[in-house]
């Protein structure tokens, strides 16, 4: 009992959201000496750099900008012209995409180290980082690609044997189909695929993770709207 409480006491507190911003809202100050990262809530590609500072426990230096995506603020488009999310206000500059983001703040943030320094690992690293995106638009084919992928190291249950930025590419995606095959075409991405069935377990152990994934059963009523598909 004492045990369990001391692990739930160590446990970080559930971060305080601030709300998303749809076009009527007010564009925050810029280079006033604060860090922010324009992200949504839903979307995936903004969760990898979510994911990224709540790891290295970043929550109190880089402020969350939730932007609705379904009514964006045109303001946006002048903080970075993509018009695209993730973006990072940081040392008054503007830095955009996700795989470039997570990469950034790993290097230039305190905290847990996300790149292995194993050379072998660092090379497997970036093949599945330049492999992320294509995986994104392949599945269901790509995942027996991604089975393979995590059975490389026998060190520990993710791609790298430990978590790494290699994860947090892949989770948001991998934890998506998951809850869209499921529950749009009755398809388990898992059967028969053993080591995602052990990432996908090991993975929401991690808090840094868990607090930013969404209600499932939301996320497929969107998707289900979005598609036009009748409940």
């Known amino acids: ?10 446990r970080p507190a559930i971060e305080a959201l601030p709300p998303t911003m749809p076009s009527a809202s007010e564009q925050p100050p810029l280079y006033d000496g604060e860090t922010r990262l324009f992200m949504s809530y839903i979307c995936p590609y903004a969760q990898r750099a979510w994911i990224a500072r709540n790891y290295k426990g970043l929550q109190e ?7 609705d995506m ?3 603020p045109a303001w946006y488009k002048g903080v970075y012209p993509k018009n695209t999310l993730p973006s990072l206000e940081h040392n008054k500059k503007i830095i955009g995409e996700s795989l470039d983001l997570i990469k950034y703040i790993d290097i230039n943030f305190a905290g847990p180290k996300l790149t292995p320094d194993d050379s072998e690992k660092q090379r497997l690293a970036e093949e599945l980082l330049a492999y992320s995106d294509i995986f994104n638009q392949a599945v269901p084919a790509a995942l027996d690609n991604i089975e393979l992928s995590l059975s490389k190291f026998d060190d520990g249950p993710f791609f790298l044997g430990q978590f790494s930025l290699v994860d947090i590419a892949y989770a948001p995606f991998i934890d998506g189909f998951q809850t869209l095959f499921a529950g749009i075409k009755n398809y388990d991405i898992t059967e028969g695929r053993a080591n995602i069935q052990i990432f996908i377990k090991e993975m929401n152990k991690i808090d840094a993770y868990t607090h930013t994934k969404q209600d499932p059963t939301e996320v497929i009523a969107l998707t289900k709207k979005k598609l036009g598909v009748r409940t």
């Open 61 to 67: 230096k880089i402020k969350l900008v939730p932007i």
């Open 70 to 72: 379904n009514d964006r």
């Open 1 to 10: 009992m004492e045990m369990a409480a001391a692990v739930a006491a160590s």
